[in-house]
């Protein structure tokens, strides 16, 4: 978890589901503990045994902490898991959903079946190993979420104003509007993130492998800032931008990097 950001409770349970704790033929007899197949660029040993198909292709590693390396490379080197890393590494209930939305496995039931796991076995204790919970302040509060930069959030709820998310943490609005690099003009929906403390000026370093986006058709810069939790001025920094830059489709943005450019904030912040 120190590592690579994936949630040891995440880690661990998945490595007991799809393992039948340890006991099925893939874990005794190839060490490998999360049901990984062999996929495209795999040049290690195989096996094969009958999954969704028959003989369908595995990875074989040489011992079990191989098989647990590879598979928080895998998921860190997997375009299709980036989500993933933007949530908050203490919430494995969202980290359980996500791996099921993003095609881990095909059970309608995975993130159901991962969460009981980690629920029965107590294995968020792993996790708070790695990040102790604080016990007063704002990051105590029930609701406060963290990027894995550590940018602080709370997620809008149905009905809720930002006026009532200050309210409710004790923040004056003009500090969370700051944090947001937005103006009295926002009107965010429900289930966006709301910054409750300053956004980074870089991802975060150890994830290295998701250093860069992809710009999404119908996205603005400001959207993607909230996404990584990075302020807004330190992305046009990071990407050379000139002032009021918006990328294309499909366009590379840098989430890391030396700070280049730009002698003011730029145009379009909210």
Request: hydrophobic share 35%; net charge positive.
């Amino acid at each position: 978890m120190k590592r690579t950001g994936v949630p040891a409770s995440i880690t661990l349970a998945q490595g007991i589901l799809e393992s039948g704790n340890g006991q099925s033929r893939l874990a005794t007899e190839g060490n490998n503990h999360f049901g990984i197949k062999c996929h495209e660029g795999w040049k290690g040993k195989t096996m094969f045994v009958d999954d969704d198909k028959p003989d369908e292709c595995f990875r074989v590693y040489r011992n079990p902490k191989q098989s647990f390396v590879d598979h928080s490379e895998f998921l860190l080197s997997r375009s299709r898991y980036d989500g993933l890393f933007i949530l908050d590494p203490r919430d494995y209930q969202s980290w359980a959903k996500g791996l099921k939305a993003a095609g881990y496995a095909t059970s309608p039931t995975y993130a159901e079946k991962l969460i009981k796991i980690i629920e029965e076995e107590e294995l968020y204790r792993f996790d708070q190993q790695v990040i102790k919970p604080a016990t007063k302040g704002l990051k105590a509060h029930s609701r406060y979420k963290m990027t894995p930069n550590g940018a602080g959030y709370v997620l809008l709820e149905e009905g809720e104003t930002i006026e009532q998310v200050a309210f409710d943490l004790n923040l004056k609005l003009d500090k969370i509007l700051d944090f947001n690099d937005a103006s009295y003009a926002w009107i965010p929906r429900p289930g966006d993130r709301i910054y409750v403390t300053p956004k980074k000026k870089n991802w975060d370093r150890k994830l290295r492998e998701i250093s860069t986006c992809r710009m999404v058709a119908g996205e603005s810069t400001w959207d993607v800032a909230q996404r990584y939790g990075i302020q807004l001025e330190a992305l046009y920094r990071m990407n050379a931008w000139p002032v009021g830059y918006q990328p294309g489709d499909g366009e590379l943005i840098r989430l890391q990097g030396p700070m280049l450019g730009l002698t003011k904030n730029p145009a379009g912040t909210l």
